[in-house]
Every structure is written in C-alpha cells, then in structure tokens.
C-alpha cells in the first residue's frame, strides 16, 4: 500500500487526463444528435475501456455532419 | 485572404468537435505512458506479487536517451494511426457531403484549399506533439536522469519532420478518395508498407522517411547529427512537397471528372 501511494503523484496525471477524455467524450454523446451506432452502448464503452473508449468514440462514433 | 480563412474556419471546426481537448490529451498519453510503464514496472511485479520465492528479475537500468526514444516508438505505432484518423475526413468528407463543391466553385484556388487545410492539420498535431513531448521528456528528466536539451530539441524538430510527412500522405488519399474509411486504410497501408521496405533495404537505402527515428536514435546516443540523417529529413520534406503537387493535380482531376 505504501509503494502504491509512494507512487500516487507521478500517476495522477494519466488519472486526470484519462478522466478528462471521458468527461468530454460523454458530454459530446450527450450533445450529439445522432451517433454511428445506439447511444447506451457508447456510453458504457466511453466508461469501460479507458482511454481507448473516447478515442474510439470521437473517431468513429461522432457523425460529421 | 482565402487561404486565411479556409485555414480559421478549419480550426474551428476542429474546436467545436472537441479535436483541441482531445488529441492533445491523446498524445500526452501516448507520450509518457511508454516511459513511465518502465520506470515502475519492477515496483508493480513487486507489489502484485506471485513471484516464486527468491526470484530475481533482472531490470537493465535504462539511460533516458533510451527513455524518450520510448515516446517516438509509441507515436511511430499509435500516433501515425491517430494522424491518419484524424485527418482522413478532412477533404474527402467535404468532397462526400457536397460542402467542397460550393468552396471549389467559388473562385478558390485548389492548393490554397489543400494547403490551408494541411496546414490546419499540421497545426493541431503540432501542438499536441509539443505537449506530448515536453511532459514526456519532464518525466525522463524526473526518472530517469537529465537530458540535455540540444538532445531533445534534434529529436524533437527531426521527428516532426516524419510528422509532416505522414500528415501530407493522409492529405494525398483525401483528394484520390472520397470515402474516409478507404483514406485511412490506405494511409495507415502506406505507412507500414513504407516501415517494412525500410527494414528490407535498410542497408542500402538509408534515407527512407522511416529511418529517421532510427537516425534519430543514433544522434540521441552520440550527440551528433548524422549526415544521414540530413539527407533522410531532406528527401522526406521533399516527398511531402511532391505529394502537396499533386495532391492539386488529383483533386483538380477528380472535381472535374465529376
């Protein structure tokens, strides 16, 4: 437990931004109109696979138009 | 004037879909998560357990030059991946949807079009790339040992240059195809084709645009810059100029075709 802590400052970084790209990625489903594919799925996508969630949701997910 | 405001109106529309928050947070990831991983990776088997008793591993200590060279093997793999992705909708999508004929019939020269747009690209994984590597090298400095900055800033400008180029490739598939998914599987396609002919002649041909990180690797270890290197970061920024060319000529081709 101590090392985990010991170690707390230098991680909460990636913590922080894979937060970010979460927050951001679920308030973009939530404003967008339509989605590639049914929204609920995003959702738990953007919650449950990290970092990757997001990115895969802002490539491919967004409609452009 | 025109080409100005292709240019804003491109940044722009990079804002309002969030590119600005989101690929520079991408590629500070992408950035730290290589040598960060090391540093704590005997920390972590440590504290996971499940090491048969006495178990020694072994962890070669990792000087930072290695270290940071960590970063540029992330973003070769996942970075141009990124690029492609973000940049394979950026003319073919307006060319689908209809929107690149209204600009193209006003008078709007056709590279002023593509570079306004290039260059908006260019700019955005410019200053995520500058993130991505400032934080990455912060860490290097803070883990594993001081490097210089003469050093960082020869890997920095070299490895942009490859950036440059993988960005033009991906703006090169906009104007032949229309469709987003066939410019990123052609774009993604060039690249590993290029790394895989790279590796083939790498004795004979020292100057693919893909030997720069490996060019790269020897100047963060002797301090030099190689003439090599010179000659593979000239014949890259050449490819992407003659890939710029004619990136007007094919989208001239393909508007009129139509």
């Known amino acids: 437990m101590e090392e985990i802590t010991s170690m707390l400052p230098i991680i909460a970084p990636l913590i922080v931004i894979q937060l970010v790209l979460m927050i951001i990625a679920l308030i973009s489903l939530i404003k967008a ?8 799925l995003w959702a738990v996508l953007i919650i449950c696979l990290g970092y990757i969630g997001p990115i895969l949701f802002f490539i491919i997910g967004r409609r452009q138009d | 004037m025109q080409w100005m405001t292709i240019f804003k109106k491109e940044l722009l529309g ?28 005997p920390r972590i088997l440590d504290s996971v357990g499940g090491m048969p008793e006495g178990a020694v591993i072994e962890f070669p200590e990792v000087p930072p030059t290695e270290a940071i060279m960590m970063s540029l093997t992330e973003l070769s793999m996942f970075g141009s991946l990124l690029i492609a992705a973000i940049t394979m909708s950026v003319i073919a999508g307006e060319r689908k949807s209809g929107v690149a004929e209204l600009i193209l ?14 260059a908006a690209k260019l700019f955005l994984i ?37 950036l440059i ?13 229309k469709r987003p998914g066939i410019v990123l599987a052609a774009s993604v396609g060039t690249y590993i084709a290029l790394s ?7 004795n004979r041909s020292p100057w693919f ?18 003439s090599d ?13 003659i890939l710029l060319i004619a990136s007007n000529f094919s989208l001239r081709k393909a508007e009129l075709a139509e």
């Open chain 2, 229 to 241: 290197l010179w000659i593979a970061a000239g014949v890259t920024v050449g490819i992407s100029i």
């Open chain 2, 209 to 226: 645009p893909n030997n720069i990180s490996s060019h790269i690797r020897s100047l963060m270890a002797s301090g030099e810059v190689s």
């Open chain 1, 33 to 40: 109109e339509r989605t590639n594919g049914h929204k609920a």
């Open chain 2, 165 to 177: 180029f993988t960005v033009t490739v991906a703006i090169f598939y906009n104007t032949i195809f």
């Open chain 2, 14 to 41: 990079d804002w309002r879909s969030m590119k600005w928050i989101w690929v520079p947070l991408v590629f500070i990831l992408l950035c730290i998560m290589d040598p960060l991983m090391t540093y704590f990776m």
């Open chain 2, 126 to 162: 410019f200053i995520s790339y500058s993130l991505g590597m400032l934080a990455s090298w912060y860490y290097v400095d803070l883990l594993f040992g001081g490097l210089s900055a003469e050093r960082f800033f020869g890997l920095f400008i070299f490895y942009f240059i490859w």
């Open chain 2, 105 to 118: 019939v006003k008078p709007v020269n056709y590279f002023s079009y593509i570079t306004s747009k290039w």
């Open chain 2, 196 to 202: 895989i002919l790279a590796q083939v002649f790498a």
